[in-house]
């Protein structure tokens, strides 16, 4: 049944992007809906998400919440991927959030580093780095996740979650000391 459920939501994926679907299932739900017919202007959002977000950790938490319009939870999501990434690829098990960033990618004893340290320019990048990291659960994820429809439109979400994207790349090409 789950295999059936999962080639629909691919052939509706694929109507939608090619501009002819009516309207869209968001799977996983509880139950199966039909949702009103997506209009040009969020077509061509959803359209979008589909050609920038391509990282897999994020397509798979984000996508459906974000087309169906729950662009807090869609960004809310893609922030969870990416302090799971980083926590699973630092094995950091016992830190998230704030916490997790400043330990994984600290300028003075980092577990993930982009190059030697020894320039000043590399030791600008993780520093810069960690902040952006640690700034990303602090100042978007936390109000996301603790105030309702924080993120309120479509242009907001896709801003933050191709950012979170940004940084998820960012910390796969990170090397484990």
């Not at 017919?37 to 077509?43: K, T, V």
């Not at 938490?61 to 999501?77: C, I, P, T």
């Amino acid at each position: 049944m789950l295999n059936l459920l999962d080639r629909i939501k691919g052939f509706q994926t694929s109507l939608l992007e090619l501009g002819v679907a009516r309207g869209v299932l968001a799977l996983p739900a509880p139950r199966m809906a039909a949702l009103p017919a997506p209009s040009a202007e969020s077509a061509g959002a959803e359209n979008l998400f589909a050609h920038l977000i391509t990282e897999p950790e994020i397509v798979a938490v984000a996508r459906d919440l974000f087309v169906s319009g729950f662009y807090n939870q869609a960004v809310s999501e893609s922030l969870k991927a990416l302090d799971k990434f980083v926590q699973e690829k630092s094995q950091c098990a016992d830190r998230f959030g704030v916490a997790l960033m400043t330990q994984v990618f600290n300028d003075t004893r980092p577990v993930l580093v982009w190059g030697s340290r020894k320039t000043q320019s590399e030791k600008d990048e993780q520093k810069g780095y960690m902040y952006l990291f640690m700034g990303s659960m602090q100042g978007i994820r936390n109000p996301v996740i603790h105030e309702h429809n924080w993120i309120d439109s479509d242009e907001k979400a896709l801003e933050i979650i191709v950012f979170a994207q940004h940084l998820l790349r960012k910390a796969r090409s990170a090397a484990k000391l």
